[in-house]
Nanobody, 118 residues
């Protein structure tokens, strides 16, 4: 089994910054893709950013230029640096990992709340 522990959420004013972290632990032979998703009230969960084991990244258009995803393969940890935050970024942010081996190979974190005030 694999456990994901997220941290770094909170309340921030518009224009501010937050850094989310997600550490994976358990029986892990390697992680392929690490990603962040978010879900705002009464909206579907959406992909925010992802990063492959080799470091290739992808971002939702709404966060390009403001958010940066990175990872530390030695620590099985993924980060999301969020700058120039907007009220519309308010959501629960979830970490997701896809392992190199499985099934099961797709795991989710418990979520961390990010609230951006106007």
């Amino acid at each position: 089994q694999v456990q994901l522990v997220e941290s770094g959420g909170g309340l921030v004013q518009a224009g501010g910054s937050l850094r989310l972290s997600c550490a994976a632990s358990g029986t892990i032979f390697g992680i392929n893709v690490m990603a962040w998703y978010r879900q705002a009230p009464e909206k579907q969960r959406e992909a925010v950013a992802s990063i492959t084991r080799g470091g290739s990244t992808d971002y939702a258009d709404s966060v390009k230029g403001r958010f940066t995803i990175s990872r530390d393969n030695a620590k099985n940890t993924v980060y999301l640096q969020m700058n120039s935050l907007k009220p519309e970024d308010t959501a629960v942010y979830y970490c997701n990992v896809i392992l190199l081996r499985g099934p099961p190979n797709n795991y989710w974190g418990q979520g961390t709340q990010v609230t951006v005030s106007p």
